[in-house]
């Protein structure tokens, strides 16, 4: 288990510091290709288009297919792309590149989480999700400053490297044994199996988490920029912001464990509402700095309850979870598209503060609907997803949704 976790860990690390070495290193393949504004910002996106395909990948795979060979597959895309887009020469190239690399990603980050479950006790499967959260934010520190290694000149050593560290995880993969529930005889999975309001609520708050980080990443360097906070600080604020994330996430799941997912994922809308209404009136420099840091942290904080949440509607079975955390990431990435776009588009017309005032207008509705609901209790032991005939175990990660 405690292997099992580490690998997981370290392949969520990996995948972050891929999304997230981009944007330090944009400005200096803009200058050296003549990029346009249009091609930059599709370098941008390529990752996330890549990885709502490669779910896309995983979630077909899911239905019948063993997932320690999908994960193993996923690595070995993203070491391949990731070397590639070192050696890169042209727009074309890394467009290729970077969407392969988010191909992998889709099919490589929902098989392990899922993995990591099939094995994690009941029990602990809040905390196992949190340490994974906390290795993606940690990821995210790190990201930034291989990006800018990269810059300075150096981008086939740094993007070499960093592939070469995927490809050591897959022969971790490899060397790992893979959950003993996915042999052939294992029933396949169908998609309506998974339909209900648990999950659907776990998918809407992937997507709102999606809106509500992008139109952070969005609007939030811009302003402070307008406000006269110079670049390092404006990275400080980011890194402060992941820092708190690295830190907190094991401790929200460990509080989902305790006492299950309503009080972490009510606390985390909660704070998602205040500090939205905080962006949309704030003024000063650093008030404004410290709000995004805060806003930075708020924004994942009901993540780890509602990725649990996810574990808990598709069951005991590896390829349901597989399937559950497909949809889940493919709901996160039509909310990150969504924010994006619409944040930005939404500020360029009226201003930054509409966006945030509907940010909160979300997360206070999303919060009232939760605080209503009162759902069955969910069979662990069942056969497949969606069972409900024994009560709910003692565990947090089996109690009540929000």
């Known amino acids: 288990m405690r292997n099992l976790t580490w690998l997981v860990a370290s392949a969520a690390f990996v995948d972050t510091v891929f999304f997230t070495a981009l944007a330090p290193l944009l400005p200096h393949l803009a200058g050296a290709l003549s990029l346009s504004k249009g091609a930059a910002g599709f370098l941008t996106a390529a990752y996330a288009i890549g990885s709502m395909a490669g779910t896309l990948i995983a979630a077909a795979v899911a239905t019948r297919g063993p997932v320690k060979p999908a994960v193993a ?171 708190i994330r690295t830190v907190g996430s094991p401790v929200l799941g460990r509080w989902v464990d305790r006492r299950g997912h309503r009080a972490p994922l009510q606390a985390g809308l909660a704070a998602a509402v205040t500090v939205s209404l905080l962006l949309a009136v704030v003024a000063g420099p650093w008030p404004s700095a410290v709000t995004v840091v805060v806003a930075g942290a708020a924004y994942s904080a009901f993540w780890v309850p509602a990725m649990s949440m996810v574990s808990v509607a598709s069951g005991p079975s590896t390829r349901a979870v597989w399937l559950g955390f497909g949809l889940w990431n493919l709901a996160w990435g039509v909310g990150w598209t969504v924010g994006s776009a619409g944040g930005g588009a939404l500020a360029a017309a009226v201003g930054d503060a509409p966006p945030y005032l509907l940010l909160a207008g979300l997360s206070l509705a999303t919060m009232l609907v939760a605080r209503r609901y009162r759902p069955r209790p969910v069979a662990v032991g069942a056969a497949g997803p969606g069972a409900r005939t024994a009560p709910p175990p003692a565990s947090g990660t089996s109690n009540l949704k929000s």
């Open 73 to 243: 597959v996923g690595l070995g895309v993203m070491a391949v792309c990731t070397i590639a887009f070192g050696f890169a020469g042209s727009i074309t190239e890394l467009d290729v590149a970077r969407l392969g690399q988010g191909i992998g990603d889709g099919i490589a980050w929902t098989g392990a989480i899922a993995w990591l479950l099939a094995v994690a006790p009941p029990r602990r499967r809040g905390r196992a999700i949190g340490t994974v959260a906390g290795a993606s934010s940690a990821g995210s520190l790190a990201g930034p400053l291989l990006g800018g290694a990269a810059a300075a000149g150096r981008v086939a050593p740094v993007f070499t490297a960093i592939g070469l560290v995927a490809a050591g995880l897959l022969c971790w993969t490899l060397l790992t044994p893979g959950p003993r529930a996915e042999g052939a005889r294992a029933a396949p999975v169908r998609l309506r199996g998974l339909v209900g309001w648990r999950m659907g609520s776990a998918l809407w708050l992937g997507a709102l988490g999606g809106v509500l980080t992008a139109v952070l990443a969005v609007l939030a360097p811009l302003d402070l920029a307008r406000r006269g906070v110079a670049a390092a600080g404006i990275a400080l604020v980011f890194f402060v912001a992941a820092l």
